[in-house]
């Protein structure tokens, strides 16, 4: 049986496909207007636009979720924002306030939404009502409109931005090495640490670009890393490097696995640890051995997960989780890879699987609250009812954001740096501590 998602994104597909070509006169419609608007601006120097490719539509639907958020087909075709993508460049990034505030000055009718029309083409309208420079989600920023053409028959998105030569430059490699690379970095962080430096000192550009390149000819060999750190790191880019083929062979795109592998390789890290015979590396070969023997494997990925017997859970934490995940685990692909992948590797059952999973998210979370309560010298009643507490809070956060990233990273992330503010503060009482982490576990 054929995940739901699939069709959604066929039926997406299919409205791209019959709009294709009022869409690429769309796209010529654009660039004649921002064109003539701005040719005899001396900062102007050039426009560039393109329709959204197929593979990258399907991979937008996918990493956003849509299916999830807009369960309509014809709606999630509608709230794609960059069918059309036009940008606008310009000499130095003072210029680009610059020509933003000549732009708007064009577009003074106000529409609905936040939503103002163009003197000049009425059919042309862009959200002046978001502040401006926008920031993205890398911390920096950019002008960075929401637009709409209406051809009287159908209402196209597109998106405008406004970039000088320097930050066209920084956004090809942001994107390039960065937002769409899907082959596993394992020194991720140091790569972006060195590309905020390189947007902070952009006169400095050439340098810094080289100690970036310095730095990965080096391997990253200065850092200090610990065996198992190491260990598990390895063994998520051989996880991700061999089941991202199989997810391009089988869909005929590549996605961002890095956080399923990551979360996989410590969970059946916690399951064979459960084997005391063997040593951690031990168990680290045993691991590769098994990912190995089911490379050639198919995986599935368009299909159901079905259990056979139904998940156990033993409290109310992993009650919620379990009920939470049911819904989402053939609608959401990451959680529906994530324990596709497990049960390739660990040849157990669905309901298995889950049950363990369950218990592995739970330990994620109760570990440093255990830690916590002990530091407080709290009595057992209090630990408790606390636990109860502060777990029925991030169920609740979960059930509005049910994605494996939020749950398995964001989530214990901002959970974890709560209970060490909550463990620097003078607070011993349940309420005091209570009320710091509903104050602080915020989204």
């Known amino acids: 049986m054929k995940l739901e998602l699939f069709d959604y994104i066929d039926d997406v597909m299919n409205l791209f496909d019959y709009h294709k070509i009022e869409l690429a006169g769309v796209n010529k419609e654009l660039k004649k207007y921002f064109s ?34 807009f369960p309509d087909p014809v709606r999630g075709f509608k709230q794609i924002q960059d069918l059309v993508g036009i940008r606008i460049e310009c000499r130095f990034i003072k210029d680009e306030e610059d020509l933003y505030k000549k732009i708007i000055e064009d577009f003074t009718i106000k529409a609905e939404r936040g939503y103002y029309k163009s003197n000049k083409n009425k059919k042309i309208r862009l959200k002046l009502d978001d502040p401006q420079p926008q920031t993205l989600a890398n911390g920096f920023t950019m002008y960075k409109l929401d637009g709409e053409y209406d051809t009287g028959s159908f209402i196209y998105c597109f998106e405008l931005q406004i970039k000088s030569f320097v930050n066209v430059f920084w956004g090809e490699i942001d994107h390039k090495l960065l937002y769409k690379n899907y082959n596993y970095i394992i020194t991720e962080g140091f790569f ?17 670009l080289m100690i970036l390149y310095d730095h990965v000819k080096k391997q990253d060999a200065s850092e200090v890393i610990s065996a198992e750190s190491q260990l598990k ?21 590549f996605i961002n696995i890095k956080t399923i592998t990551d979360v996989v390789v410590d969970f059946l890290f916690m399951k064979s640890s459960k084997n005391k015979d063997l040593s951690y590396g031990e168990n680290f070969i045993d691991l590769i051995n098994k990912i190995n023997s089911v490379s050639g494997n198919e995986m599935d990925v368009e299909e159901y997960i079905v259990f056979r017997n139904n998940p156990k859970y033993y409290d109310s934490f992993s009650k919620g989780i379990t009920e939470i995940l049911g819904k989402v685990l053939n609608n959401d ?7 596709k992948m497990i049960k390739l590797i660990s040849q157990e059952s669905y309901g298995e699987i889950f049950t363990e999973f369950i218990i592995f998210v739970r330990y994620d979370y109760t ?9 407080k010298k709290l009595d057992k009643e209090s630990c408790e009812r606390l636990e109860n507490e502060i777990l ?14 939020f749950l398995l990273d964001k989530s214990i992330k901002k959970f974890n740096s709560v209970l060490l503010e909550i463990g620097k503060s003078d607070a011993t009482s349940e309420e005091k ?3 710091i982490f509903k104050d602080n576990y915020t989204f």
């Open 233 to 253: 790191a390895l063994l998520s880019k051989i996880l991700h490097d061999v089941f991202s083929r199989k997810i391009h062979d089988e869909l005929g795109l």
């Open 392 to 405: 029925s809070i991030v169920i609740d956060e979960f059930r509005e954001k049910p994605s494996a990233d």
């Open 367 to 375: 570990s440093c609250l255990y830690k916590l309560f002990e530091d």
């Open 36 to 69: 003539e608007l701005l040719e005899n601006d001396d900062r102007f120097t050039n426009i560039t636009t393109r329709m959204k490719t197929q593979e990258s539509l399907r991979e937008k639907l996918i990493r956003r979720n849509f299916f999830m958020r």
């Open 192 to 208: 972006r640490e060195i590309m905020n430096s390189i947007n902070d000192n952009l006169k400095m550009i050439d340098k810094q």
């Open 333 to 339: 692909l990451e959680w529906n890879i994530l324990f």
């Open 433 to 435: 501590i209570l009320k």
